[in-house]
């Protein structure tokens, strides 16, 4: 491989905005950063040219780059990242099940506000590789312990009990509107690797994440349709305040799955009906108990509406101080 490499490369940027398109996205904004590991240093030479001496930039050759020891990896920040519908035209996801009812999340809203530099806490995706061991991908999520990148959503949900055709010609259900303010993930990861299990093919995967919610609420009477403001009744609503999922242990990342202790696993399966794809996270590997997290919802209160107006009933906080997931397997078929 014959080019010019500098001994240390950076290259980082402002976010970069693409304009909405299609009615359906306002923006969306992605900083990016990719850092290389610094390389063994070549023998001093002199520049060719003003630009490479202002740049500290150096050609190599093939025996200096046959030396170098080192790890890739990226960076990457969604610096205030915005995915917003449009009253007349938007965003909606559905899942049809196979019995052909269907749930659908529609004129959905997803945002997120930072802080002011877009490198400050990135996400850092890099290749680890391990004695004895496959290589593993690692996606390390941003520590974020000041709170300072914060997410929100907003969506109406419906179900209908018979689809046909793509159309709904059974009852539909309109649930209302969910909101979630105030989601701050902190720490924890994703970890891919090939499967070492004898005789099982498929993607490996520990994920683990401490996350903090301000509130969700429930709206039953959701919004207007058409309502381009996407104001919501808050007449009568269910509302979960200050909830705190993290390890019950070290009150940081909580690991759903670990790739060592308790792994998950992702691959497509064929049994005697049809090929699926399978989910599964398995039982520990070692004598290490299942990590366990700390549930914590600091109030919990209804709001009706009557004759008197506005009514709320706070039904106080709620905490599970021992929550494991010791064993999942789920099976996603095609519908018939």
Not at 86 to 99: I, K, Q
Request: glycine fraction near 10%.
């Amino acid at each position: 491989m014959r080019r010019a490499v500098a001994r240390a490369l950076q290259i980082a940027g402002t976010a970069r905005c693409w304009p909405a398109g299609a009615g359906r996205l306002t923006a969306v904004c992605i900083g990016v950063m990719v850092a290389s590991a610094a390389l063994a240093a070549p023998p001093a030479r002199t520049p060719q040219t003003t630009s490479d001496a202002e740049s500290h930039m150096l050609p190599l050759g093939d025996d200096e780059l046959a030396s170098v020891r080192g790890a890739d990896g990226i960076a990457f920040n969604l610096q205030n990242f915005s995915l917003l519908s449009s009253a007349t035209d938007p965003l909606s996801l559905t899942y049809l099940s196979p019995g052909g009812s269907s749930l659908t999340l529609s004129r959905l809203d997803l945002s997120r506000t930072d802080d002011a530099d877009p490198f400050a806490d990135p996400y850092q995706l890099t290749l680890v590789s391990r004695p004895a061991l496959p290589d593993l991908i690692s996606l390390s999520f941003p520590l974020n312990t000041q709170g300072t990148q914060v997410w929100s959503l907003t969506t109406d949900f419906s179900h209908c009990d018979a689809v046909t055709a793509g159309a709904c010609t059974g009852t539909n259900f309109v649930g209302g509107t969910l909101q979630v303010a105030g989601l701050t993930f902190k720490g924890g990861g994703l970890t891919i690797q090939p499967s070492n299990i004898a005789d099982t093919q498929g993607i490996a995967f520990g994920l683990g994440t401490q996350v903090d919610i301000g509130s969700l609420s429930v709206y039953s009477h959701g919004r207007t349709a058409g309502d381009i403001a996407n104001t919501i009744d808050t007449s009568d609503a269910l509302t979960l305040s200050g909830i705190h999922l993290a390890d019950a242990s070290t009150g940081h990342a909580w690991m759903l799955a670990d790739l060592d202790r308790h792994p998950g696993l992702l691959n497509a399966q064929t049994d005697t009906t049809s090929s699926y794809l399978h989910l599964q996270v398995g039982w520990p590997t070692t004598a290490d108990p299942v990590p366990a997290a700390r549930l914590v919802i600091d109030n919990i209160s209804f709001t009706t509406i009557g004759s008197a107006g506005a009514t709320t009933t706070d039904l106080g906080s709620a905490r599970i101080d021992s929550l494991q997931i010791n064993y999942v397997d789920v099976k996603l078929r095609t519908g018939h």
